[in-house]
């Protein structure tokens, strides 16, 4: 039968993940108090999965600042007031085998909060969205700041892994494509320069988030004329991994409204070149249904994890489903062995 690559383990700097399946961060909007702390839905939400056998648990984009929220129900790490209940998040994944990282974001112009909102350029996302200030030098420089605050935060929580959101239309995203990007300083115009305010955040991070893996998230191509392609991307991730960036979690769109063909695996060509272009590991994500889509996907050397989203949505056992699609036999949690492997 051969070996199943999608449980064997993954090792990134000091962590090892016991499977290459990962929990892709999914923004659940359960804040029901806008105050961004965890509460009893993240806890019985991420802890699903972990005892689901997923190797590394990615929480959802969490604010840096409140003002970078995407909605007001997210959840918030601009205040050592978080640290607490997203530390709780930590121990209950590593109770039950999992490593968990969780992903930082400014919303930028996406933001649908009451506050005032900033972007790169004074332009808003859609009718529907407030029209952003133009940020400041010193809007920038705080913003890089705040993702330091974060990082150190999410230190303190105890979290494996750190992902930048630099894609779906936030902030980040906003900086590197030419559609939202407008600036005529040096952050706006050439490649280089729309790829500084995400390169100046990655050094901020690294400032505290020391011997520990980071991913970015990338929206590779912006399914528009005149918008970043993959090939902008194969570039900036020449320079994260210059930076020491460990993977690059490859999404694509949603920087700017788009028409985009969705089938199983449709962004899984963009993982494969970035992989091999820039020469760096990726997740491939986009509908990735079953075992079998996503063995062939790692044994074809087109990514090195996956990364699922809305199917763990379905299913929090999706790792035992293709488990048993592959022919092999995933050990369970004690609590559930009597009825685990049948």
């Known amino acids: 039968m051969g070996e199943r690559k999608l449980f064997t383990p993954y090792t990134i700097k000091n962590m090892t993940l016991k499977n290459r399946i990962i929990m892709a961060p999914m923004c659940m909007y359960s804040c029901y108090d806008k105050s961004g702390f965890v509460n009893d839905w993240h806890i019985t939400h991420y802890t699903s999965r972990a005892v689901g056998q997923v190797g590394l648990v990615i929480v959802e984009a969490t604010a840096v600042t409140a003002q970078g929220r995407i909605s007001m129900q997210d959840l918030g790490i601009w205040s050592d007031d978080h640290i607490s209940g997203l530390k709780k998040l930590v121990e209950l994944n590593h109770m039950n085998n999992s490593k968990i990282g969780i992903q930082l974001n400014h919303a930028g112009r996406k933001a649908d909060i009451e506050e005032s909102i900033i972007a790169p350029s004074a332009l808003e996302f859609s009718d529907a969205y407030q029209t952003p200030k133009e940020m400041t ?193 995933l050990e369970g949690p004690v609590q559930y062995q009597r009825g685990w492997n049948f």
């Open 137 to 329: 030098k010193e809007d920038i420089k705080a913003t890089v700041g705040a993702f330091k605050e974060a990082a150190r935060r999410a230190d303190e929580a105890g979290f494996d892994l750190i992902e930048l959101h630099a894609a779906h239309g936030y902030l980040i995203n906003q900086f590197l494509s030419p559609l939202s990007n407008k600036r005529t300083d040096e952050y706006g115009g050439s490649l280089e320069n729309r790829y500084r305010f995400l390169s100046e955040v990655i050094d901020a991070v690294k400032t505290v988030w020391k011997n520990k893996p980071i991913f970015v998230r990338v929206s590779a191509t912006d399914h528009l004329e005149g918008g970043s392609t993959p090939d902008d991307h194969v570039y900036y991730a020449k320079k994260m991994k210059e930076q020491g960036i460990d993977l690059i979690d490859v999404s694509t769109g949603a920087v700017a409204p788009a028409k985009i063909d969705v089938f199983p695996g449709y962004q899984v060509p963009y993982a494969d070149k970035i992989k091999h272009e820039a020469d760096i590991a990726t997740g491939a994500v986009g509908l990735i249904l079953n075992g079998v889509q996503a063995e062939e996907i790692l044994k074809n050397d087109r990514a090195d994890l996956i990364i699922i989203a809305r199917a763990l949505l379905r299913n929090p056992y999706w790792a035992y489903d293709a488990a048993k699609e592959l022919g092999i036999t």
